[in-house]
Every structure is written in structure tokens, then in C-alpha cells.
């Protein structure tokens, strides 16, 4: 029965490109029809239970399977997979828009509220699930100049995730508006790259924190190997900590850490902001961020890669700061440049696959690859994007035009 319910389901779902199923029992299944741009994949399921598992989480039951070696990929890879399965239903696909049902909304809310929360004592345990694994697994997937494990920025000329993060960096110091003393502090600070790029092409001090105890150790080491141990310093320390002990900066930068943060948190984190910028100080927050309405974590996620993670939509980031008396002093929305660094990330995984299952597993290679397809297909086909906001406690503290972005931006890429 639930062969035939697979069948149906993906049936809705795939009708350009071509999925063909192998059941455990020898059936075969052609879903969709070839067409320019879709992919063609074949896929065969090792057991009975594998139609059920995915009917019953459609995320979590397929990520599993595949992880357990029950889905097995016969033609294609799972960048195709999940590419076919999301490109066939877009996020912007138009046509008319009903209203949720009562009953729809009640269960979106009460799985919003189960899983956003992440307070502070576990905080530190959600990031060393993620980032304490092992500092090896990411200097093969990321760029080797600055090991920024977020979105690049992909201006034209930038070929290659080098440059791609070396543009991304330009652009977020230009957004910095820098002055010759500025004290810095960058919140989730990852190995080092952001606060060493900014001490190397500015007079500033830099103060970077984090809750990763395999950041903080590589990235004292290349702050040191990159000469500007003087003018940068890490720590592991809560953001909510640091804003008790009562210290200000005059700039604060923020690279893929609110991620993190939780929901239930977004008030506290932005009130620890504003209380850390100095009266004229100027923050700059990069965030992944839903394009639409607020909604939730997928299991899968949730689970095996983000736990305390969620994803927040613009209207309830900037809902949150309001209350802080944050001005919102500049939004940019990056709407493909994530999924540009994911296929990236990918492909750096796939040349590295003997090397990844040596460290960990085939098991652990398989969650890791399917994880960075389903992120990719979210921000190819998905309602994902990423947002930069520029904000500032005074109006009078940055340029009222725009053009300073451009011209500094310019200098840091071509000096």
C-alpha cells in the first residue's frame, strides 16, 4: 500500500524531469517526463518500509533512508535528487493564493514553539554538535584563504569561492563603515576569517567570540600565522554574557550566527546589541532569512544538523530589533549567491568523499551531502535567501546616501 502512496505523492510532485523507483520488490516506476533543465535520476529502495518512512516525514524519512544506505542512487547523485524534487514546486511558482486552514495553522504553531527555543545553557552544546566536529571536515569543503562557512557574495568577476569570500568580506567591511580606532566585536566570529580580514586592512581592534571550542583554538593560531595577533583577540563567551560585563563597541559584525540564536531569543539579542554599541556605533548582521512568512525547522535539520537552529523571516528579525530602537539603516537581500557557495561546498565534498568517510563514515558522508543538497535546492527553488541589515543606535551616524558602500568596497578589492 504505501508503494502505491509513494508512487501517488511523488507523482504530484515530479512532472518535469524524470524520477524512476525501484521498489524492493522489483516494481519499477517512471515519474515525470524528460525536459531541458530538469534532471533525469534513478533511485532504488533496498526495503518495504522505506515508502513509509518517507510518506510519514517526507524530510526527516528520505534523509534517513539515504543516510542508511535503503535509498540508493542508480543514476544522478542526491544534488540531482533533491534538485528534481524541489525545482518541480518553487517557492515563487505564482498562481492564486488561498488562505491556511484553522487546523494548519495550529500545527505549524505548535511545532514552531517545540523546537525554536535555545537558551543559553544550551547554546553551547547545540554549537559543538555542529561545529566541534572536527576542523579537518572543513578546511576540505570551505575556501582555504578565510574559511567563512556562510553565504559568499558572487559580484561580477568573482569566479571562484575564493573570490566569491573575499568579496563578501569587502562588502560587509564597507557596510562596517570603519573608522581608524573602531573597536570591533564580531559575534560567532567561526575560525577567525572576518576579524582577521578586517584587522589586516584597517587601524580597528577586533574582538571575536564564539562558543566553538574548535574555532577559538584555529583561529588564535591564524590570527597569529596572519601577523595581527596585537590587534585581534578571541574568546568563548555568550553573547548574553558578554553584554552583562558591561563593555562597548563601536562596531559590531554578525556572520551566520542568528541562525542560532532561536526565536525566543531575538528580543535579548538584539537588546545585548544595542547595549554593546557604543551611542554611535554602527552593527551589520548577515543572516539566512525565509522569504516569506515565519514557519519552522524540518526534522531532518533539526535532528542531524542545526539542533536550537531556526531560520527567521525579515519581518519578525526587524520586528525584534525595533524594540531595541535599532534603525534599520540599510537591507540587502541575497537571493541566489547561497546557493552558488553551496554547490561549491558540494563539489568539494564529492572530491574529497574517500577523505570525509575516513574521518567519520560512509554514514556520516551520506547526512553531510544530502544536507548540502537540501540547502542548495532551498535556495535555488525554496523560499530561502539571506539578508544583510546595516543598523545603527543614531541616525546622524552613518552617510544619508549610499555611495560610500560602493567606493570603499571598490578600494578593499583593488589595493
Avoid at 61 to 85: F, K, N, P, S, W
Avoid at 368 to 388: D, H, I, K, R, V
Wanted: charged fraction near 25%.
Amino acid at each position: 500500500m504505501s508503494n502505491s502512496l509513494i508512487d501517488k505523492f511523488l507523482g504530484a510532485v515530479v512532472k518535469q524531469g524524470r524520477l524512476t523507483i525501484t521498489m524492493a520488490n522489483g516494481a519499477v516506476h517512471q515519474i515525470g517526463s524528460p525536459t531541458p533543465g530538469f534532471p533525469e535520476v534513478s533511485i532504488r529502495l533496498t526495503d518495504s518500509k522505506v515508502a513509509r518512512d518517507v510518506l510519514l516525514d517526507p524530510r526527516l524519512g528520505a534523509g534517513e533512508a539515504y543516510m542508511d544506505g535503503r535509498i540508493v542512487i542508480e543514476e544522478g547523485d542526491v544534488m540531482q535528487l533533491v534538485q528534481l524534487l524541489r525545482a518541480n514546486k518553487p517557492w515563487e511558482r505564482g498562481g492564486k493564493l488561498k488562505a491556511p486552514s484553522p487546523l494548519t495553522g495550529l500545527k505549524n504553531r505548535a511545532k514552531f514553539i517545540a523546537t525554536s527555543f535555545n537558551e543559553a545553557r544550551s547554546s553551547k552544546r547545540n554549537v559543538a554538535h555542529h561545529y566541534d566536529i572536527g576542523n579537518e571536515l572543513y578546511h576540505l569543503m570551505l575556501d582555504p584563504e578565510h574559511m567563512q562557512y556562510s553565504c559568499a557574495y558572487w559580484p561580477d568577476g568573482a569566479e571562484t569561492l575564493s573570490q566569491a569570500q573575499e568579496a563578501k568580506l569587502a562588502h560587509i567591511a564597507a557596510k562596517l563603515a570603519l573608522r581608524g580606532g573602531d573597536r570591533v566585536l564580531d559575534i560567532g566570529c567561526g575560525w577567525g576569517g572576518m576579524a582577521i580580514y578586517l584587522a589586516k586592512h584597517f587601524n580597528v581592534e577586533v574582538h571575536g567570540i564564539t562558543l566553538s571550542e574548535e574555532q577559538i583554538a584555529l583561529a588564535v593560531d591564524r590570527a597569529d600565522k596572519a601577523g595581527v595577533s596585537d590587534k585581534v583577540t578571541f574568546e568563548i563567551v555568550d553573547y548574553r554574557d558578554l553584554a552583562k560585563r558591561g563593555e562597548r563597541f563601536d562596531r559590531i559584525v554578525s556572520v551566520g550566527m542568528f541562525e542560532h540564536v532561536g526565536r525566543p531569543q531575538f528580543e535579548t539579542f538584539f537588546r545585548a546589541c544595542a547595549n554593546l554599541l557604543t551611542d554611535d556605533g554602527v552593527m551589520l548582521l548577515h543572516t539566512i532569512g525565509r522569504f516569506g512568512s515565519p514557519g519552522k525547522t524540518d526534522a531532518f535539520t533539526s535532528k542531524y544538523i542545526f539542533p536550537g537552529g531556526y531560520i527567521p523571516a525579515l519581518s519578525e528579525t526587524l520586528a525584534a530589533s525595533e524594540k531595541s530602537r535599532l534603525i534599520h539603516t540599510d537591507i540587502e537581500t541575497l537571493r541566489l549567491h547561497y546557493a552558488r557557495t553551496l554547490r561549491e561546498w558540494y563539489a568539494r565534498c564529492e572530491a574529497n568523499r574517500d577523505a570525509i568517510i575516513a574521518m567519520f563514515d560512509e554514514r556520516f558522508y551520506r547526512m553531510w551531502t544530502f544536507y548540502l543538497a537540501g540547502a542548495t535546492a532551498a535556495f535555488e527553488s525554496g523560499g530561502m535567501g539571506n539578508y544583510q541589515i546595516q543598523f545603527a543606535r543614531s541616525r546622524h551616524a552613518l552617510p544619508i546616501t549610499r555611495g560610500y558602500l560602493e567606493a570603499e568596497e571598490t578600494r578593499l578589492l583593488t589595493t
